[in-house]
Each structure stands twice: as structure tokens, then as C-alpha cells.
């Protein structure tokens, strides 16, 4: 599929999605929407392993009852196809008929109903506490004599989730290959593997995690298809690691064609990094309308799902864009939304530090950067403990754009540069190419500086030069996009009075010109400002140049 094709496919797709919901509606509380699913009437918008469960009842009634053991078998087929929902259901199940048989259902089933729960706890939950306690029955079956591939894998998984890096990697891996016909394939050579690819990026091994990344698309592709949830897990992890790493050609494709197994497999981590991959491609090519609508159909798929920490997130790249665009006052609405749900469900541990993240680059946006720069101290802080170096430099690149909105030249120019050396070496791209308007000022100033005045290592400029040389081409393709809109916004009188403005012309000699009212030219040119999105005069008359304007 072309590059245009795949667009229109995800925008149509996006377009259907969102018009299943009243278009106002997450513009209210998204308490009553996301409490609401438990209830007794949720319908087909319940809770997801309620509504698989109801499902499979419904078609077991319909036959004769299925045995532990056909149960245990769907059960596990469902999970290495990470089809979460239908594999939780169909656990209930299972345990339902283990209850009820008593002690006819030998004691290695049950065993192996506890083990397939755990997993399930490890693969989808977020939750410190759930993965722990997931984590203590596979640790038993592991003590008890359990050697499988996904055995070992399952907990790599668990160990990670929960930051535990040294038994992370003391958990010993199966020194022969497995075979493709074990039901162990797909948790040990596609699921592993794609979460290893995460722990890899996150300690800033790029190269290595996009390697697992492909190798565990390329296997799932070929056992499961192209549209089954766990190639689409492996698909948005190595779409994520390619953007970071500024390789965007196909990437809409890669990532459209999951989105479909991704709304249904119940992975929320895998639809968030799906619309968020989707919105910053639409972002990077200036199509901000679009990003929005992609962002909007990840708020109500959260909230059909009851995903707080994906609606959280959500809500947090639509602040990004929408201070992007200088909507400052419609970025304090959502970064409030997000206080909101902060508010209404404190055990999600996720939710502050997205609430922290969004007020932080808010405060920079409203001209409070000095604030901002302490909390985004405090959140890499908080990365380094955990051992997230990836979005610790992120962070470090946040905090220097404070830092430089601030005055602080010294620390931000510091932090700026110990965070490119790291970059260079870890190959991450995109960090910079998105950074705020300071670093990019300080980024040119860097290169274009002789190089005994910039006390810059020689070896960082071709990298500086690759950073700019994008961010240029990005800027080159939004102006068509944003020159078209302004034209369209900008009223006739505010044309004039712009090109009034460019001659140099003062309020006063242009509503002699004119023959307006002075304060009528002083509106006019308060909205010229608001749709360029400027706040001053050169500004105002640079910007429209560049548009083609005047």
C-alpha cells in the first residue's frame, strides 16, 4: 500500500470509529463514562473479560459442555495469539468448570488454570501488585521443576514490568532452538522477544531492540498472518523504534495494518503505541487535523474499555499538539481532564506522572518555564530510578528547553549536549527533531558556531546537521498545509491590514489607509497574531512571508 493509500485507509478508518460516538461527547467528565462499564447494562462496551466470558457461556450453552481440558487447550491457543480478552474468558471459564467438577479434574489442571492466569496477569496488567502476585505462582511452577521456554520468558516479561533488572537478566534462556511446532513457540520466540525489544530501547540499545522487534514481526507474520494481535504487539513496537530512529517511510502502512487486531485484542499497551506512532506521523507531515482525529478515536476507545492510563496519555499528546499550535488555554482543558481522572481513580500509579508531564510543558508554554524545569528534574529523577534511560534523556531534552525558556543558558546548553552525546551513540533521532523552540535555536546556534567559540565535540555536528537538516524538511512540508488554512482563515480586511503591517505601517497610519476605526485595526491585527500563531508585528510579517502571503 502507497504511502497516500494507507493515509486515507487510517482516516477513513478513524472517521468511522469516531462517528460511532456523540462528537461532544469527551468533552465532558470521563468519570461517569469509564465507572459506568461496570455496571449491570454496559453492554457491549463492559468490561472486556466479562463481555468474552458472557460470549463463550453463550456458546457453550449452545453445545454440550467442553471439558477442562478443550478449555485449557482454547485458553492457551488465544493467549500465544496475545487475543487477551477471548483468553481471559475463556480461563473463567475454565475455572468455572474446575469448580463445579471438584475432584474429578486431576490436580495438574488446576495447576496449569493458576499458571495460565498468571500469565494472562503478566502479559496485560500494568499494576506493580497485580504483576508481583502473577509473578509468586510462576516463580513456584518455575521452583516445582517447570523449564519451558515460555515459562522463562513469561517471567523475563514480569521482571521488567516490575523494574527487577537483576533477575531480569539471571533468568536463564533455553540454549537450543525452539521448535515451531510447540505450543510454547509463540510466547517464547514473538511475545518475549517483542517486550525484550522495550526493555532494549529503554536502556537506550536501539539497534538491538529493533532487531528483536523484526525478527518477532517476521515470525508472527508467518505463523499467525499479518492482521492477528500478536504480530500487530510486534508491529507498533518496531513502528515506534523506526520513528524514533528517523526511519518513517511505511510506517502508516505498518502500523494501519494492525490497528484493527489492536482495538480487539484488549492490549491496551499496544493501541497506545498504535495511535501515538499514527499521530506524530500525521504530526511530522503538518497534518495536525488529522493527528487529532486519530487522538480523539484513542480517548474513546479508552474510554469504551475502561483504559485510564491510555486515556490519560491520549489526553497528553493532544496538550503537545495543541501548545504546538499556541492553543494554550484549550491545552489547560485537557491537562485539567487528565487531573480529573488523577482524581477519580488514584490506583492507577500511572496517571501522575502524565498529569506532572502535561502541567510541565504547560508551565513552559504559559512563560512559568522555572517551574516546569523542577518537575521535569523531579520526573528524570524518578526515570533514572527506574531505570528508563530512554525517557530519561527525553526528559534531560525537555528540561534543557526550560532551562534555555528560562535564562538559564549555561545548565540548559550542559544538559543539551550530554544529552546529544547520548543520543549519537544510541541512535535515537526523532527526540530531537520534536524538541521545543529553544533547543532548536540553541541546536543552530551550535552548528553554525566556529569551532573553537562552541566548545562542542567535532564529532556531535554532522549528527546537530542531520537533526536540522529534518526539522527544515518538516517545516517545508507544513507550510503548504499551513498557508492554506491561514489563507482560509484570514477575512479580507485582515489580508489588508497585513499587508499594511509589512509596509511598516503603524495602527494608527493604517486606519487612515483604510478608513477604519484605530481600535478596529487593533482587533484586526490581534487576530492576524491568533492565526499565525505570532506575537509580534516581525514576527507576524516574517511568518506570512514565508507562507506566501504578501
Not at 499458571?115 to 508481583?132: E, H, I, P, Y
Not at 530512529?245 to 505498518?254: I, K, N, S, V
Not at 487529532?292 to 492510563?309: C, D, H, M, Q, V
Not at 497585513?498 to 478608513?515: D, F, W
Request: charged share 25%; net charge positive; with cysteine.
Amino acid at each position: 500500500m502507497s504511502s497516500g493509500g494507507s493515509i486515507n485507509a487510517v482516516r477513513q478508518s478513524s472517521l468511522a470509529f469516531v462517528r460511532q460516538d456523540d462528537s461532544t461527547a469527551l468533552n465532558r467528565d470521563t468519570r461517569p463514562r469509564l465507572t459506568a462499564l461496570h455496571g449491570p447494562h454496559s453492554g457491549q462496551t463492559g468490561n472486556p473479560k466479562s463481555r468474552a466470558r458472557s460470549q463463550l457461556n453463550a456458546a457453550a450453552s449452545r453445545s454440550a459442555r467442553l471439558s477442562p481440558n478443550t478449555l485449557l487447550m482454547r485458553a492457551w491457543r488465544s493467549l500465544i495469539e496475545l487475543r487477551i480478552d477471548e483468553a481471559l474468558g475463556t480461563v473463567a471459564l475454565l475455572e468455572d468448570e474446575i469448580a463445579r467438577a471438584d475432584s474429578l479434574v486431576a490436580p495438574r489442571t488446576r495447576e496449569f488454570a493458576d499458571v495460565l492466569r498468571a500469565l494472562l496477569g503478566v502479559l496485560k496488567s500494568q499494576d506493580g501488585a497485580t504483576v508481583r502476585a502473577a509473578l509468586a505462582v510462576l516463580e513456584s511452577r518455575h521452583r516445582s521443576g517447570g523449564r519451558s521456554s515460555a515459562l522463562t520468558a513469561a517471567l523475563r516479561i514480569g521482571y521488567g514490568k516490575v523494574r527487577d533488572f537483576d533477575r531480569y537478566y539471571a533468568v536463564p534462556r533455553l540454549s537450543h532452538a525452539v521448535p515451531t511446532h510447540r505450543g510454547t513457540h509463540g510466547l517464547a520466540t514473538i511475545i518475549g522477544p517483542t517486550f525484550e525489544a522495550v526493555v532494549e530501547a529503554e536502556q537506550l540499545r536501539l539497534a538491538v531492540a529493533t532487531r528483536l522487534a523484526r525478527s518477532a514481526h517476521e515470525r508472527a507474520v508467518s505463523r499467525f498472518g499479518t492482521r492477528s494481535p500478536v504480530a500487530a504487539r510486534a508491529a507498533v513496537v518496531l513502528a515506534e523504534l523506526l520513528y524514533e530512529q528517523g526511519h518513517c517511510a511505511g510506517l502508516e502502512a505498518l502500523v494501519t495494518d494492525s490497528l484493527a487486531a489492536v482495538r480487539t485484542s484488549g492490549d491496551d499497551e499496544s493501541a497506545l503505541r498504535g495511535y501515538r506512532t499514527l499521530a506524530r506521523l500525521a504530526a511530522r507531515r503538518g497534518d495536525t487535523e488529522f493527528a487529532f482525529l486519530i487522538l480523539k478515536e484513542a480517548e474513546i476507545l479508552a474510554a469504551s474499555r475502561n483504559w485510564t492510563g491510555m486515556m490519560a496519555e491520549s489526553l497528553m499528546l493532544r496538550t503537545q499538539l495543541l501548545l504546538k499550535d499556541n492553543r494554550t488555554r484549550d491545552a489547560a482543558i485537557c491537562t485539567g481532564r487528565i487531573e480529573t481522572l488523577a482524581r477519580d481513580f488514584p490506583s492507577d500509579d500511572t496517571l501522575p506522572a502524565v498529569l506532572a508531564l502535561a502541567r510541565a510543558q504547560l508551565l513552559v508554554a504559559s512563560g512559568e518555564a522555572r517551574r516546569a524545569a523542577t518537575i521535569f528534574r523531579e520526573l528524570q529523577a524518578v526515570s533514572c530510578g527506574k531505570r528508563n534511560n530512554y525517557w530519561a534523556l527525553q526528559l534531560s531534552v525537555r528540561l534543557a528547553d526550560a532551562l534555555l525558556a528560562c535564562g538559564d543558558q549555561a545548565e540548559g546548553r550542559a544538559m543539551l549536549v550530554q544529552a546529544l552525546q547520548v543520543g549519537a551513540r544510541a541512535g535515537v533521532y526523532q527526540t530531537f527533531v520534536d524538541a521545543g523552540v529553544h533547543v532548536a535555536e540553541l541546536l543552530l546556534s551550535l552548528h553554525h558556531a566556529a569551532p573553537h567559540d562552541s566548545r562542542l565535540p567535532p564529532e556531535l555536528r554532522p549528527y546537530i546537521g542531520s537533526i536540522l537538516a529534518e526539522r527544515a524538511q518538516q517545516h517545508a512540508r507544513t507550510l503548504p498545509i499551513r498557508a492554506s488554512r491561514v489563507t482560509e482563515s484570514l477575512s479580507p480586511r485582515e489580508h489588508s491590514v497585513l499587508r499594511s503591517m509589512s509596509c511598516g505601517l503603524s495602527n494608527k497610519r493604517i486606519a487612515q489607509e483604510l478608513k477604519i476605526a484605530p481600535e478596529t485595526v487593533k482587533s484586526h491585527v490581534k487576530g492576524i497574531f491568533v492565526k499565525l500563531a505570532v506575537q509580534t508585528r516581525a514576527h507576524a510579517v516574517s511568518t506570512a512571508g514565508a507562507l506566501g502571503l504578501l
